[in-house]
T-cell receptor, first 114, second 115 residues
Framework: EAAVTQSPRNKVAVTGGKVTLSCNQTNNHNNMYWYRQDTGHGLRLIHYSYGAGSTEKGDIPDGYKASRPSQENFSLILELATPSQTSVYFC?????????????FGPGTRLTVL | GDSVTQTEGLVTLTKGLPVMLNCTYQTTYSPFLFWYVQHLNEAPKLLLKSSTDNKRTEHQGFYATLHKSSSSFHLQKSSVQLSDSALYFCALRSVLSGSFNKLTFGAGTRLAVCP
């Protein structure tokens, strides 16, 4: 069974603070993704990665950075958190080069920025 | 660019009744469509996928048919159960994303099944 884990599962941060969300996958997938989920918007892509050392901007990258230090780990960084970044964040992994490639999601991190 | 529209935000049904959740899409290229299901406090999981025109695909009692002529991929089930209560997302794979497999998600439809 595919395994994607995220930490922390819940986080309360203060405006202007730095937040790091971590994701680990044991699927040996090249592709990894960060999404945020908000009511009425579905899942929106923030950043993605093709493999260790690579990060690319998704559809809504402003205010976020990403880091992929290894095949297994992909982090999302909020340097200066704002209340508008309060959301549920999902990490996912998927095979590269396969047309029907399913994305496997982690359990999500609920972030509240006060 | 690519887009996915799910017109219903909430669908409430009594157990045993049929359901259809609407999904329409816009893309310039050949479409790959997916349905993901997310139960409360869980991760989204793949339910169905298709890129073949007019062919029904089925899984766990749910089914959908991609109709390129109407740009639709509606999700159906003949008899809903309490356990089907969840959030359902329709998603479109962007052909231009190549091996990255970028997905564009609809806003989601919450299905609530009552006893």
């Amino acid at each position: 069974e595919a395994a994607v884990t995220q930490s922390p599962r819940n986080k309360v941060a203060v405006t202007g603070g730095k937040v790091t969300l971590s994701c680990n996958q044991t699927n040996n997938h090249n592709n990894m993704y960060w999404y945020r989920q908000d009511t009425g918007h579905g899942l929106r892509l923030i950043h993605y990665s093709y493999g260790a050392g690579s990060t690319e901007k998704g559809d809504i990258p402003d205010g976020y950075k990403a880091s992929r230090p290894s095949q297994e780990n992909f982090s999302l960084i909020l340097e200066l958190a704002t209340p508008s970044q309060t959301s549920v964040y999902f990490c996912a992994s998927g095979e590269r080069g396969k047309r029907y490639a399913e994305q496997f999601f982690g359990p999500g991190t609920r972030l509240t920025v006060l | 660019g690519d887009s996915v529209t799910q017109t219903e935000g909430l669908v409430t049904l009594t157990k045993g009744l049929p359901v259809m959740l609407n999904c329409t899409y816009q893309t310039t290229y050949s479409p790959f469509l997916f349905w993901y299901v997310q139960h409360l406090n869980e991760a989204p999981k793949l339910l169905l996928k298709s890129s073949t025109d007019n062919k029904r695909t089925e899984h766990q009692g749910f089914y959908a048919t991609l109709h390129k002529s109407s740009s639709s991929f509606h999700l159906q089930k003949s008899s809903v159960q309490l356990s089907d209560s969840a959030l359902y997302f329709c998603a479109l794979r962007s052909v231009l994303s190549g091996s990255f497999n970028k997905l564009t998600f609809g806003a989601g439809t919450r299905l609530a099944v009552c006893p």
